[in-house]
């Protein structure tokens, strides 16, 4: 059965809380937040929130409220060390109610950081009411433990409301006065605090009638004094009365709730008479005005009835009705003999008589008359969020994306990479892979072994200018290019190859024991002594297929008589030639097949003819001997 309609609920628990302990006999024990969380899942509260772990509070946020030197001194003493920090114990009120235990910095971390975390979600809008059972430590003072209490998450997160909303009202039905936070705004009217608590010859001592504030905060401290034995219904006839006042006259912009739970009946602490349910009304009546509400915990030294009622208050809030029969849950030898979702009042005597509480009440209200016209603070400036990264100095003011912006940022199913460097991959253009960023794209046109595609290398197109080293031959070939030139013979180099072609067999020997590339050969040639005018005039042109260069490192010719004979013009041979040339011996270079057939002179005919004419007829490559020309260098000369 539902309540009412639920509201967008942030949920903050850290299992580790509950490994912290006081020390033996010590009433206060975290255990119960543990206890409280195993009931809240078994109960399926769970579904209907959203369950977070807050990330620890550090020593920069506690210091917004406390001095630096507390908060260092909570960070460094340990049960180990605490004799060199006698002086400090006694200074900052350490050692006796709050002891010393392992962890102690690490647990108010844990407690601080579920209240700041559930009050920036509030300003984010992110939900309607957060959650921290592990909060609530409403005794720390400034630069002063007390009452259990180290850190006071309560303040730090009022602190990060105040960033957001001009008023926040601070709601605390906790059996003790909740001085540490009223201590914190008693001079300011920006926070109005209202303590509903057992007074007189009780601890912390104060939260009298009378203590209503100072200077601009006058009559923004409302305490509501009550004796022993307060019951369900005296409670409700002077809680409901006196909120409902306060939300007419103060109009706050958000509400923090302190849910102490020693003040149900049968706290070991206090001295109350409240019912789970009469304590829950509490939590139901402040969610009817649908304020942003930070809940916390607080006090309660039953173990099992504070788990009990922190559960039924979870389901408040959420909407969802729980009880009366408990589930099974880690702890449920705890909840004996009944077994049950329920706190019962006892026969405890009401020392709160009508005409006191009606009196009280009166003078209460007298108070808050003062405070019917909205604070003239709320037309300040909300001081806005600070980002606590450690590289801010660097980060541009003026250019900042906000976190609101990446909550809603949603992260599409397709996205598979763990860094920024692959969002270019799906955007316009393509991303280069990372070859071409580690070695340049000047590396981009290197021949990968394939051969289907002529022009392409690696994907990009093949420049003619770029080599790649054979490691086989230990040479340098020339990349073959869908470009087409023209090989230039001079008349020298004419000389020679008819020469070569004369001679009988005779092996090549290379004149300084090293092979050269074809390349080279041809560079040399080029450089040669003879005149580039007389070069130019004696220029021959051959269109030859590519050369192959092989391991034997042989010259062989291949040509047909029919190719050397035409009735117009004549027609260049087809050669296919295998060859390892002398270090200074010029190179035929291969060119492409396609290359246009060149105008020939006579005298390049009769040079032709004259070297067709000691072909055998069924030559092939294996039958072709090895030449060698009979003169090496630029000026080797012959008779045709």
């Known amino acids: 059965m539902s309540l009412e309609a639920k509201k967008r609920v942030c949920y903050f628990y850290d299992a580790n809380v509950g490994n912290y302990h006081y020390g033996p006999g010590h009433p206060m024990r975290p255990h119960r937040i543990r206890m409280c969380h195993g009931l809240v899942m078994n109960y399926g509260l769970y579904k209907k929130m959203e369950i977070y772990r807050a990330k620890p509070a550090n020593k920069w946020e506690m210091t917004q409220f406390h001095t630096d ?54 300003n984010r809008g992110l939900c309607d009411i957060a959650i921290n059972w592990a909060g609530g430590l409403h005794h720390a003072k400034k630069a002063e433990a007390s009452g259990f209490c180290y850190v006071n998450d309560i303040v730090l997160g009022i602190l990060e409301l105040l960033r957001y909303y ?267 892979s990372r070859h071409y960023q580690n070695y340049g794209e000047e590396d981009s046109s290197v021949y990968d072994g394939d051969e289907s595609d002529e022009n392409r290398a690696n994907g990009s197109e093949a420049r003619p200018t770029k080599k790649t080293k054979s490691r086989a031959m230990d040479v340098d070939t020339e990349m073959t290019t869908t470009k087409q030139e023209d090989v230039v013979v001079s008349r020298d180099e004419e000389m020679e190859i008819e020469e070569a072609l004369k001679e009988d067999e005779i092996k090549v020997e290379p004149l300084d024991g090293t092979t050269e590339s074809v390349s080279e050969a041809v560079r040399k040639g080029e450089e040669s002594d003879v005149p580039q005018e007389k070069a130019e005039e004696n220029v021959c042109e051959y269109p030859t297929e590519p050369m192959d260069l092989s391991d034997d490192k042989e010259l062989s010719l291949e040509s047909t008589a029919d190719n050397a004979k035409s009735s117009d013009s004549v027609s260049s041979p087809t050669l296919a030639m295998e060859i390892s040339v002398p270090a200074s011996s010029p190179a035929l270079v291969a060119v492409p097949e396609t290359a246009p057939a060149p105008v020939q002179t006579e005298e390049a005919t009769s040079i032709i003819s004259s070297l067709l004419e000691n072909v055998p007829a069924n030559n092939t490559a294996d039958s072709t001997p090895a030449l060698t020309p009979a003169a090496t260098g630029a000026n080797a000369t012959s008779t045709p």
């Open 69 to 122: 030197d507390y908060i260092d001194f909570l960070s460094r003493v340990t049960p180990e060390n605490m004799e060199q920090y006698q002086k400090e114990q006694a200074k900052f009120n350490v050692g006796d109610d709050s002891p010393i235990f392992e962890g102690l910095f690490e647990y108010c971390g844990l407690s601080a950081g579920g209240s700041m975390e559930g009050a920036a979600r509030l």
């Open 166 to 432: 001009s008023r926040v009202l601070y709601i605390d039905i906790d059996v003790h006065h909740g001085d540490g936070v009223e201590e914190a705004f008693y001079t300011t009217d920006r926070v109005m605090t209202v303590s509903f608590h057992k007074y007189g010859e009780f601890f912390p001592g104060t939260g009298e009638l009378k203590d209503v504030g100072v200077g601009k905060g006058k009559y923004y401290s409302v305490n509501f004094p009550l004796r022993d034995g307060v019951d369900d219904d005296s409670y409700q006839s002077v809680f409901e009365p006196v909120i409902e006042k306060v939300m007419e006259w103060y109009r706050p912009s958000a509400v923090v709730l302190q849910c102490g739970g020693d003040s149900l009946s049968g706290d070991k602490l206090g001295c109350f008479n409240l019912s789970m349910k009469g304590h829950a009304n509490c939590v139901r009546f402040v969610k009817k005005f649908n304020l942003p509400t930070l809940v916390l915990g607080g006090g309660g030294y039953t173990m099992r009835n504070v788990a009990r009622a922190w559960a039924y208050e979870t389901g408040v809030v959420v909407g969802q009705e729980v009880g009366p029969d408990m589930p099974y849950n880690d702890y449920y030898e705890y909840f004996g003999p009944d077994y049950k979702l329920d706190i019962r009042p006892s026969n405890m005597e009401n020392l709160n008589t009508t005409e006191y509480l009606e009196k009280t009440k009166t003078k209460v209200f007298e108070n808050l008359a003062r405070t019917m016209f909205a604070p003239s603070v709320q037309m300040q400036e909300v001081p806005g969020d600070r980002d606590m990264s450690e590289d801010e100095d660097e980060q541009d003011q003026d250019n900042r994306y906000i976190q609101a912006l990446w909550d809603r940022r949603v992260i599409p199913d397709n996205e598979f990479y763990d860094s920024d460097e692959g969002e270019a991959q799906g955007s316009g253009g393509n991303r280069k």
